[in-house]
């Protein structure tokens, strides 16, 4: 009975697989078609308007053009892996536990993307005003190769899009008993401080580009912090015998 098991869930794990892998390449598809798009809305905004894109080897242009598809697939990829994900841990969990958890997952996926535009349209923009005027005070020659560029910028956005997710973070170990909201509340100092020192690592130093970054991270722990009272009350009253 154990090894039927055991082959039911390998079967199960495989189908599952199939059908992410199979929207991941259609993702991709659909990101080879838009990536001239997005890379063309990307080179005309104003920022990146009076900068030029330089090609240093031949692949550098296709190289780009693949990783702005795949990260293309692999974001509209993620709501439908985390689904999986919950469906496949879905029986062994309680109904209760199940309603749960169940909208971790689009609000993960929201702010993984709200996390994204914020450091693109606000935190690099800052970023690439205080290294251009760093250049220029020096008196460099500004030539700018594709492939940098587009490491600076995904060293910049995908960093803080991962901060973004702290609030579902804390939300889920707070539902399954790793932290309560008194923990919480009692780390708050700490908090604070990691909180400052990321906001001051992922933007230009001077005073007004840290509290753009750093504001919105502690309102995001703290509306993490209310969010987990709130969880935690709600569980405390359903495992109260009435």
């Not at 985390?82 to 909208?103: C, I, K, M, N, Q």
Request: hydrophobic share 50%; net charge positive.
């Amino acid at each position: 009975m154990e090894q039927e098991d055991w082959i039911f869930h390998l079967t199960e794990v495989r189908k599952r697989l199939l059908i992410v892998g199979g929207w991941f390449v259609v993702t991709l598809g659909l990101g080879m078609y838009v990536s001239p798009q997005i890379l063309r809305y990307i080179k005309s905004r104003p920022m990146e308007g009076g900068i030029e894109w330089n090609v240093f080897s031949f692949t550098d242009g296709l190289l780009i053009y693949m990783k702005c598809a795949i990260l293309f697939a692999v974001l509209f990829t993620m709501p439908l892996l985390l689904y999986h994900l919950w469906a496949f841990v879905r029986p062994g969990l309680t109904d209760s536990e199940a309603r749960s958890t169940l909208p971790y997952i689009p609000a993960a996926f929201a702010l993984f993307l709200f996390g994204v535009a914020f450091s693109y349209l606000v935190v690099f923009p800052m970023m690439l005003r205080f290294m251009k005027s760093i250049n220029h005070t020096i008196g460099a020659v500004e030539t700018y190769g594709i492939d940098r560029y587009f490491s600076f910028l995904f060293d910049i956005v995908f960093p803080m899009a991962v901060a973004f997710e702290l609030p579902v973070v804390l939300l889920f170990l707070t539902r399954i008993g790793l932290l309560t909201p008194d923990r919480l509340r009692r780390a708050r100092k700490y908090a604070y401080v990691g909180l400052t020192i990321v906001g001051s690592c992922i933007s230009p130093p001077d005073f007004v580009s840290h509290l753009s970054v750093t504001i919105p991270l502690i309102l995001l722990f703290e509306i993490s912090v209310f969010f987990s009272g709130r969880q935690w009350r709600m569980m405390r009253e359903n495992s109260t015998p009435s």
